[in-house]
């Protein structure tokens, strides 16, 4: 069975839920009522060794900074402010107290920059090492949605797409002596920083949005059925980091670590024309850039427009499962 | 690594917390505040094959089942109000659908039955299969803590003890035709039931409480350590199955399933002496028998006392790690 597939099933098995859920499964965190007029928006996600990292080509440290991250990036999809995780980790009985100690910097370094609390835990023993983080976002309006993005509306995303990609086919590769530009793209993959701030900032702004974590095509695609939309990506519009072309140039597409790489964990939100000045100033505020790469269109799917203006298929994204 | 000194080391690592976490790491579950006075209590536990579980010896929607129920018991623990539950799935490639149907069956029986909504949930390719749940429960008070009892409050438990480990035991034996009563005991095992109801009724009652998951005499020790005093059990007040001498005349220590055998998912309490009586009507109301077992006492420590009076050494408890 694929990831999909199994979401899919578990959102028809528990799509059926109390008046408290105003968001149930399918988005980037659910949404929950709470006294006062408060809304709590809720995520968990795993990262399991051999599937996500590799203990031989990342630092404790780092994968926990990442379990931290890759759930912060799911909060600032919706415009959540973290507040409080909870940190299951599941050991092998080898494991050393020098690699429990390094994930656990790596999430306290992490969670003080955010000003967030690990409020509890679970350990347990396990043949792989993994780090399943539940984390709790505070909104004090309502959520932005992967739903409510409308024909027309620009397609804008924070930072850059396909650095995590690069970064990860280099720590792949086995070589060593990165030069800055690609050791920057190394730990684009390996300490992905969450889109927080950016989140709250344009969780009014935009009509929608989502975090790309199963790369920028498969991604919009989500964005784009949730609103009912197609979504059109220009090429020639995506935001790359400057190392991005000489790194891809030997690959059969070029552009598959941009459009399918996954990992980015930057923001890609729907914004209407006329706030697309204000999106991008609400962004720079917020510390980071947004880069307008095409549009919401009637119909379905997602078409990427080559350079030359030619449509090309859009490639699928990473499969977790 | 010793799980007892992993979680004494998140502990000591995130013990530092901000206003609105009222209770942190080392309860059942973490209460953090919520809008308009209201209380969430927090909790997260996994189940991980080979580990917890063999699934030639449960069915997929057991599995599903108990991977609730173990959650449930935590917030059951805290007297809070289950709510709302994410569910991280972690499954091999290999995994069919019809185990992946099992498992959300044996989640959506008891979630229904506690009127759960399931409003998020993650799935990952892993070498073993693992169920982590997270759940959040709601408080309209203050939480039953682990550190409340006082020397001279009753310790009282709920339903009985060592089943769940006799039951493991039949199991494993890989003997078949089972009669009634030890089919209920494996039932106890594979479908424990949280004492929710229990939980809620006694939450202003009882002094202290937790969850039996260790086993009696180490979960009596960290409630007795919590409330700084020590505990006395007394062997022949414990309530046990009708089955329960007759299955463990043949062990070296008849006694290790129902003092250390874990996995009860009972409620453990400290009641004030004065409180007793209406602890056991108010469990009585929630449906389930309340013993009274021991007391807690001035010092440290458990001490168990066998059926002549005498002292015996507790037992260790079951290590998950």
Redesign the interface.
């Known amino acids: ?1 694929r ?1 999909l597939e ?2 899919a ?2 959102q028809r ?2 799509g059926k ?2 008046p ?2 105003e ?3 399918g988005d980037d ?2 949404v ?1 009522a ?5 809304r ?1 928006a ?5 990262l ?1 060794e ?3 990292f590799d203990m031989s080509r990342c630092t404790p440290r780092q994968l926990g900074y990442k379990s931290l991250a890759v759930n912060l990036s799911d909060l600032a999809a919706m415009g959540a402010l973290p ?2 995780v ?6 092998p ?1 080898t ?3 020098e690699v ?2 390094g994930i ?1 910097d790596g999430i ?1 370094a992490l ?1 003080a920059e955010h ?1 967030v ?12 090492l ?1 780090v ?1 983080i ?1 984390a ?1 976002g505070e909104l004090s309006g309502p959520a932005l949605e992967r739903g409510g993005g409308r024909p027309g509306d620009r397609l804008m995303v924070t930072g850059d797409v396909g650095s995590s990609a690069i970064g990860h086919q280099l720590l792949a590769s086995g070589r060593t002596g990165f030069d800055d530009l690609e050791r920057d793209l190394v730990r684009r993959h390996l300490e992905p920083e969450p889109r927080v701030a950016a989140g709250q900032a344009l969780r009014l702004i935009a009509s929608a949005g989502i975090d790309i974590s199963d790369g920028l095509a498969q991604d919009a695609g989500h964005l784009a059925r949730a609103s009912r939309c197609g979504a059109r990506i220009e090429l020639a519009r995506l935001p790359l980091s400057p190392a991005y072309h000489g790194l891809t140039r030997h690959l059969d597409d070029p552009w598959l670590p941009a459009l399918a790489g996954g990992e980015d964990y930057e923001l890609l939100l729907a914004v209407p024309p006329e706030r697309v000045r204000t999106a991008g100033h609400a962004a720079s505020a917020a510390g980071v850039v947004l880069h307008e790469i095409g549009e919401l269109v009637q119909g379905s799917g997602v078409v990427v427009i080559d350079e030359a203006g030619a449509e090309r298929p859009a490639p699928a994204g990473w499969e ?2």
């Open positions: 069975m990831e199994i979401i099933k578990l098995r528990f839920v109390s408290s859920v968001i149930g499964i965190a659910a929950v709470s006294g006062g007029g408060m709590w809720l995520t968990t996600d795993a399991v051999g599937v996500h507040r409080h909870l940190v299951a980790l599941a050991l009985p494991v050393t107290e429990v100690d656990f306290a969670a000003r609390s690990v409020v509890g835990g679970n350990i347990t023993r396990s043949p792989v993994a399943t539940t709790l977790h499962f």
